[in-house]
Antibody, heavy 116, light 111 residues
Framework: QVQLQESGPGLVKPSETLSLTCTVS????????WSWIRQPAGKGLEWIGR???????NYNPSLKSRVTMSVDTSKNQFSLKLSSLTAADTAVYYC??????????WGQGTLVTVSS | QSALTQPASVSGSPGQSITISCTGT?????????VSWYQQHPGKAPKLMIY???NRPSGVSNRFSGSKSGNTASLTISGLQAEDEADYYC???????????FGGGTKLTVL
């Protein structure tokens, strides 16, 4: 069964750029979409965007101007960059395997706090 | 405000059945059979319970079932057990520029 693990800083300053990586193990990253989803404390899930292993991307329009996703198939990894951070970006960030708009494998999540 | 509307909370006693609704529009829930449901226990990642409206992944109890009528999808849990107490989220493909929309979540309490 495929496993996902997020990695990246837990604390980022306002106006800076967040960089997160998701490492996929137990299976190939190829031929799937891979998504990032976040959840502020006590709130619901928000889809950030997804990337296919070809590099094709779809982003949430509300975040599109600040989001960049990339994939490294040689490392079985995909990544998220979110720029111009504010306190509103504080959340648990999940990576997930996207099987046609349903998510059957999730990372454990990583808490990102935006604070000076 | 979430794109899909779910009740904030539902409750039921052990052994009973409950249903959680998820209301969208013809651009998402009503227009496509791409509705999925997730269970989330506190501090844990969401777990896929239903996909494509009514399909259960391997390993998910058959006490969980999904359906759709018009712009509203539903998750039914029969034979409630204490371990079912969790937050539940619906999700749908959307033909709008957003592509993927989630419900606000429903807290299930097993009395």
């Amino acid at each position: 069964q495929v496993q996902l693990q997020e990695s990246g800083p837990g604390l980022v300053k306002p106006s800076e750029t967040l960089s997160l990586t998701c490492t996929v193990s137990g299976g190939s990253i190829s031929s799937y979409y891979w998504s990032w989803i976040r959840q502020p404390a006590g709130k619901g899930l928000e889809w950030i965007g997804r990337i296919y292993t070809s590099g094709s991307t779809n982003y949430n329009p509300s975040l599109k101007s600040r989001v960049t996703m990339s994939v490294d198939t040689s490392k079985n990894q995909f990544s998220l960059k979110l720029s111009s951070l504010t306190a509103a970006d504080t959340a648990v960030y999940y990576c997930a395997r996207d099987s046609s708009v349903w998510y059957d494998s999730w990372g454990q999540g990583t808490l990102v706090t935006v604070s000076s | 405000q979430s794109a899909l509307t779910q009740p904030a909370s539902v409750s039921g006693s052990p052994g009973q059945s409950i249903t959680i609704s998820c209301t969208g529009t013809s651009s998402d829930v009503g227009g496509y059979n791409y509705v999925s449901w997730y269970q989330q226990h506190p501090g844990k990642a969401p777990k896929l319970m239903i996909y494509d409206v009514s399909n259960r992944p391997s390993g998910v109890s058959n006490r969980f079932s999904g359906s759709k009528s018009g712009n509203t999808a539903s998750l039914t849990i029969s034979g409630l057990q204490a371990e079912d107490e969790a937050d539940y989220y619906c999700c749908s493909y959307s033909s709008s520029s957003t592509l993927v929309v989630f419900g606000g979540g429903t807290k299930l309490t097993v009395l």
